[in-house]
């Protein structure tokens, strides 16, 4: 198997094509696929990396005219970027409307990852939603990496690895609403994030890069009232839902909260809108939150 490209080098579209091939699977058997191993990694996959995979496997098994409309994720075992990942894909339903698809993730012959994935087609209907915060337009907002630096959240866990170029912009929104957590007013917060080039691939890639992205803010954000502490964080399960077709070279907003940390464990939350104010997705993550100064007490 050919390594993706490092997506944190080369020119902006080297770097989107290399994200659209690291998020990519190859075919071996029947349901059963191989994900790229990412170049000039830190050691350890990123959880986002491993549900995209899972993803991407997933939505390869299914009719062309259904996308996922929501996922289900739980993170088993820290996966290596010294191995390659297999996805191995369950179709446990195809009706009418519906697709529902199981895949296990593998490294060595260990599941470092179970996901779910529902597909649907599409069919008219009600609608309402939650309404986009009102919050500035990106282009003239500061990047997430060094808002987080200045507030004093560079050791948030997820934030090492903005530092260096990624394929997706980000830009901090500020604050513009404030609740108490007994430890600071942080527990809302938002960001706009885009590929930096366009992105020529089908509607179940910007779904994938989505399903990325979506992994890098709710645990952070559970953990960035309490800086700075000594946190060991991990992600436990992720949850996403689509409610409308992703186009993720535009610029959407991804506003989180924390509603709640306890227990060694914290909780993020998240709404994704486009930028006429449609809201594309929401996210749901529980996630280990372990301050080793209780462990120490």
Same mark, same amino acid.
């Given at each position: 198997?050919?390594?993706?490209?490092?997506?944190?080098?080369?020119?902006?579209? &080297?770097?989107?094509?290399?994200?659209?091939?690291?998020?990519?699977?190859?075919?071996?058997?029947?349901?059963?696929?191989?994900?790229?191993?990412?170049?000039?990694?830190?050691?350890?996959?990123?959880?986002?990396?491993?549900?995209?995979?899972?993803?991407?496997?997933?939505?390869?098994?299914?009719?062309?005219?259904?996308?996922?409309?929501?996922?289900?994720?739980?993170?088993?075992?820290?996966?290596?970027?010294?191995?390659?990942?297999?996805?191995?894909?369950?179709?446990?339903?195809?009706?009418?409307?519906?697709?529902?698809?199981?895949?296990?993730?593998?490294?060595?012959?260990?599941?470092?990852?179970?996901?779910?994935?529902?597909?649907?087609?599409? &069919?008219?209907?009600?609608?309402?939603?939650?309404?986009?915060?009102?919050?500035?337009?990106? &282009?003239?907002?500061?990047?997430?990496?060094?808002?987080?630096?200045?507030?004093?959240?560079?050791?948030?866990?997820?934030?090492?690895?903005?530092?260096?170029?990624?394929?997706?912009? +980000?830009?901090?929104?500020?604050?513009?609403?404030?609740?108490?957590?007994?430890?600071?007013?942080?527990?809302?917060?938002?960001?706009?994030?885009?590929?930096?080039?366009?992105?020529?691939?089908?509607?179940? +890639?910007?779904?994938?890069?989505?399903?990325?992205?979506?992994?890098?803010?709710?645990?952070? +954000?559970?953990?960035?009232?309490?800086?700075?502490?000594?946190?060991?964080?991990?992600?436990?399960?992720?949850?996403?839902?689509?409610?409308?077709?992703?186009?993720?070279?535009?610029?959407?907003?991804?506003?989180?909260?924390?509603?709640?940390?306890?227990?060694?464990?914290?909780?993020?939350?998240?709404?994704?809108?486009?930028?006429?104010?449609?809201?594309?997705?929401?996210?749901?993550?529980?996630?280990? +939150?372990?301050?080793?100064?209780?462990?120490?007490?």
């Amino acid at each position: 198997m050919t390594k993706a490209p490092d997506i944190h080098g080369g020119s902006a579209e &080297e770097r989107v094509a290399a994200l659209l091939r690291l998020l990519d699977v190859t075919p071996r058997e029947d349901r059963l696929f191989e994900g790229n191993r990412k170049r000039g990694g830190t050691g350890r996959i990123f959880g986002g990396e491993a549900v995209a995979q899972a993803l991407a496997a997933a939505s390869k098994t299914v009719p062309h005219e259904l996308n996922v409309h929501s996922l289900h994720a739980y993170f088993l075992r820290g996966g290596s970027e010294d191995h390659a990942s297999e996805y191995r894909v369950e179709a446990d339903f195809d009706g009418r409307s519906f697709s529902n698809r199981r895949v296990v993730a593998l490294q060595q012959g260990e599941v470092i990852l179970n996901l779910t994935a529902s597909f649907h087609g599409v &069919e008219p209907g009600h609608h309402h939603q939650a309404v986009m915060p009102d919050v500035p337009y990106p &282009e003239n907002l500061p990047d997430l990496a060094d808002a987080l630096g200045q507030a004093g959240g560079s050791q948030v866990p997820g934030a090492i690895m903005l530092r260096r170029p990624w394929p997706v912009e +980000m830009r901090h929104a500020p604050p513009h609403s404030r609740t108490s957590t007994g430890a600071s007013d942080q527990s809302i917060q938002a960001y706009w994030f885009r590929a930096v080039a366009p992105v020529d691939a089908p509607q179940w +890639m910007h779904r994938a890069i989505l399903a990325y992205v979506s992994d890098l803010g709710p645990l952070p +954000m559970a953990a960035l009232p309490y800086q700075p502490c000594d946190i060991q964080g991990a992600s436990i399960d992720h949850s996403l839902w689509f409610h409308r077709d992703v186009r993720a070279d535009n610029w959407l907003l991804y506003h989180l909260e924390s509603p709640w940390a306890g227990g060694a464990r914290g909780l993020g939350t998240g709404r994704i809108f486009d930028r006429e104010g449609n809201l594309i997705a929401s996210v749901a993550q529980e996630g280990l +939150m372990r301050d080793r100064a209780f462990r120490q007490s």
